[in-house]
């Protein structure tokens, strides 16, 4: 099984700093990569996501950083927030998005 | 607003029982997915099907079944629960073709004891 590897395994972080989860994959013929969101109870909900033709996607607060030479992959938030407080699953896969290799997820504290 | 909805939140079975998970999508997407979530492993997916009586198998399959006899449900089967089944599992649609976004459910906890 193609492997998407997720770092930190857990994060914490004042309010107002910056968070940063990465990931790295295997696969050269994954061209979507998402960053989904969970909280508590809860299934997880798309947060942003990016393609290979871009190096960079800002949403908001919320930024991919995309390496497609090293085959890595990052969310940067920015402004952390208590309310961003949950789990943060990266993934990769073909770009209908049927497939997709999910890491094994970063829970986010943010300390108010 | 936009709706996945998984027939039971907690599910406490016996080892060997014929397990059945229920997944309604309101949303007349084509795809359907299963997902088991376990800490430290993230979400796998399991069978995925991209229209009704469609199925594919996804990462690991092996101990389930699926059936979709109507576009809007998608059924997880477990033929014979074993403990190693005691998982969270997750049901997802998409729109074919328009958004690769999965809308999830909230999950079924499902106990094999």
């Known amino acids: 099984q193609q492997q998407v590897k997720q770092s930190p395994q857990s994060l914490i972080v004042q309010k107002g700093g910056i968070s940063i989860i990465n990931c790295a994959y295997e696969n050269t013929a994954f061209d979507y990569f998402p960053w989904y969101q969970q909280f508590p109870g809860k299934g997880p909900a798309l947060l942003i996501a990016?393609?290979?033709?871009?190096s960079e996607k800002k949403e908001g607060r919320f930024t991919i950083s995309f390496n497609k030479s090293a085959k890595q992959f990052s969310l940067h938030i920015m402004d952390s927030q208590p309310g961003d407080s949950a789990t943060y699953f990266c993934a990769a896969g073909p770009g209908d998005g049927n497939k997709l290799v999910f890491g094994a997820g970063t829970i986010l504290r943010v300390k108010s | 607003d936009v709706k996945v909805t998984q027939s039971s939140r907690y599910l406490v079975k016996r080892t060997g029982e014929k397990v059945f998970l229920e997944c309604v999508q309101d949303m007349d997407h084509e795809n359907m997915f299963w997902y088991r979530q376990d800490p430290g492993l993230g979400l796998r997916l399991i069978y995925f099907s991209y229209d009704v009586k469609m199925k594919e198998k996804g990462d690991i399959p092996e101990g389930y079944s699926v059936s979709r006899e109507k576009k809007e449900r998608f059924s997880l089967i477990l033929e014979s629960a074993s403990t190693n089944q005691t998982s969270m599992y997750l049901c997802a649609s998409s729109k074919q073709g328009v958004s690769e976004k999965l809308f999830f459910g909230s999950g079924t906890q499902l106990s094999v004891l």
């Open positions: 990016i393609r290979p033709d871009v």
